[in-house]
């Protein structure tokens, strides 16, 4: 009687000190690299995949023989925007790993797919050749499971001898015609020979 009454004492003591003891630290997250070597594919063949240096390869689909991010430069800069206070935290685009959303839809990494100089303007949809090195990557953002979350647009600049990512927004409004007005129709223009009264 006396131990089941000292068993009964002590059980929950123990287990209030083990709900007061520390959680275990999180893991370590080593910062990205400082500097990104700026480098350029030796060549641009169409279905043939470009390494840098093996195994880190460029996006699969390449337009002109300039200086790209490789893979792994690539999620360099989506840790080094991670990182930074100023990067969006929320929206439609999930973007940063820490954004507050439900894990699942958490960007962890990205994948480069297609790659092509100059950068898209957010306000008017084009392509702006910038001075320096910068491009724009059609971007696979990918879950901590590797699966993929979505494919957006992303401008890389390279500055500070390191590749930088930037998210863009552009319009996505269909644009309107040119000529709103309808078509005059022409009531003989079924005939053989029949003269249309549009050259549309």
Not at 106 to 114: D, K, P
């Amino acid at each position: 009687m006396t131990r089941a009454v000292n068993i009964a004492f002590v059980a929950p003591i123990i287990a209030l000190m083990g709900g007061c003891q520390p959680s275990p630290p999180a893991a370590y997250m080593v910062p990205p690299p400082a500097r990104d070597l700026l480098q350029t594919p030796a060549e641009i063949t169409p279905g043939r995949l470009q390494y840098a240096r093996e195994p880190d390869t460029f996006a699969p689909v390449l337009t002109d023989r300039v200086a790209y991010p490789t893979q792994e430069q690539a999620n360099n800069a989506f840790e080094r925007e991670n990182m930074a206070s100023y990067y969006p935290t929320k929206g439609p685009y999930v973007i940063r790993a820490s954004d507050p959303l439900p894990s699942d839809r958490r960007a962890a990494s990205v994948h480069l797919f297609a790659c092509k100089p100059g950068v898209l303007n957010s306000i008017t949809g084009r392509i702006d050749q910038a001075g320096g090195h910068a491009i724009h990557c059609a971007t696979d953002f990918l879950d901590g499971q590797g699966r993929r979350l979505l494919r957006e647009p992303v401008n890389y600049y390279y500055f500070a001898s390191a590749w930088h990512m930037r998210e863009t927004n552009a319009p996505t409004t269909p644009a309107p015609w040119i000529n709103p007005e309808r078509s005059p129709s022409d009531p003989f223009s079924w005939f053989p020979f029949g003269k249309r009264s549009t050259p549309y």
